[in-house]
């Protein structure tokens, strides 16, 4: 759920929609909604405030969704004004441009984080998450209930929605290994319960079509000893905070090409590791990571990323695709 968009496309979304004044269409939106919405909206709010990166121009218009119901009725509504919309989770995976968003950016987070036991059958336990609650609360819910099979979430930024859409995973272990089914819903509003075994997972990506939106998972956990797995979540917390940069980042930005060496492998060996463009660098420490050193803007880590782009291709005949996504630009890649 990291980035959803509807109604309009992104390359149209890049020429400074989001002014100071309430967008022509509010008037309209707060007709609509009043009869069954009454939720608050935040107009004209800096998109930096909710992306892991701490970049991004002001966004028209946010909104914070608490439930299935809810949303679903949101998306109803925008539908029929024909307003342009996106859906975001935590903002661990997005990089939104300088000039900002129009529209209608629906932010699923902690109002939008349930977490249910459903069913147990022996030692195998059913939790229903609802996508915006973050993986990291998740992990230690988990570790309280002692039921193992998350562990390799441990340290993984974003939400559940987000990590349900890209099939997140680490150490050899994915997101869709201990799913048993995904709420979807589309950009009507409408929404259905899929098994697994109906979805084509693959690495990062659930096979969806563009538009559908995960808006809650059924997890198959084990009962297992509190002690083993808090234990096991620490130690793959302390590995990642060995390779993995303490500035402000998306986390991996390019995904892995399907063979040969990873993303992170080509950037190191084209010699861009500390390559800097405006106050975005390629991280010292992990080459896949681009980094916001404090001052960058979107453009700068546009800029990076063009130029990593650039030389890799040049150097190895690979062209790295971003594995964040891109809000508000034309142009996602070379």
């Known amino acids: 759920m990291e980035s959803v968009v509807f109604g309009l496309d992104e390359s149209s979304m890049s020429e400074g929609y989001a002014s100071c004044a309430l ?161 979807v819903m589309d950009e009507n509003g409408d929404y259905v319960v899929k098994d697994i075994d109906n979805f084509h997972y693959s690495y990062r990506s659930w096979g969806e079509p563009t538009g559908r939106i995960a808006v809650e998972g059924v997890f198959h956990l084990l009962r297992a000893d509190k002690v083993a797995i808090k234990k096991a979540c620490q130690q793959l917390v302390a590995n990642r905070k060995q390779c993995q940069p303490k500035e402000a980042s998306c986390g991996s930005f390019f995904k892995n090409p399907e063979h040969g060496k990873s993303a992170g492998q080509l950037i190191d060996e084209a010699g861009l590791k500390g390559a800097r463009f405006g106050g975005a660098m390629v991280s010292p420490l992990h080459a896949n990571f681009l980094v916001n050193t404090g001052d960058a803007s979107a453009h700068d880590l546009i800029g990076l990323m063009k130029l990593v782009q650039g030389e890799v291709k040049k150097k190895f005949g690979v062209l790295l695709v971003p594995e964040v996504k891109l809000l508000g630009f034309g142009v996602n890649t070379l």
């Open 23 to 183: 967008p022509v269409w509010a008037a309209a939106f707060n007709d609509e909604m009043i009869d069954f919405w009454s939720g608050e909206v935040l107009w004209n709010h800096d998109m930096a405030n909710f992306t892991t990166y701490r970049v991004g121009g002001k966004a028209e218009a946010i909104i914070f969704p608490t439930g299935i119901n809810e949303l679903a009725q949101l998306l109803k509504g925008i539908k029929r004004l024909n307003i342009p919309c996106r859906l975001i989770g935590g903002g661990s995976n997005i990089l939104v441009a300088d000039e900002g968003l129009c529209g209608i950016t629906l932010i699923v987070g902690r109002r939008f984080a349930n977490i249910e036991v459903i069913k147990e059958v022996a030692d195998r336990v059913y939790v229903k998450v609802e996508a915006g609650c973050s993986l990291g609360r998740l992990v230690a819910w988990c570790i309280e209930q002692g039921l193992s099979g998350l562990e390799f979430a441990a340290g993984i930024p974003g939400t559940v929605g987000g990590a349900l859409v890209m099939n997140a995973g680490a150490w050899g272990s994915e997101i869709s290994q201990v799913l048993t089914s995904v709420t």
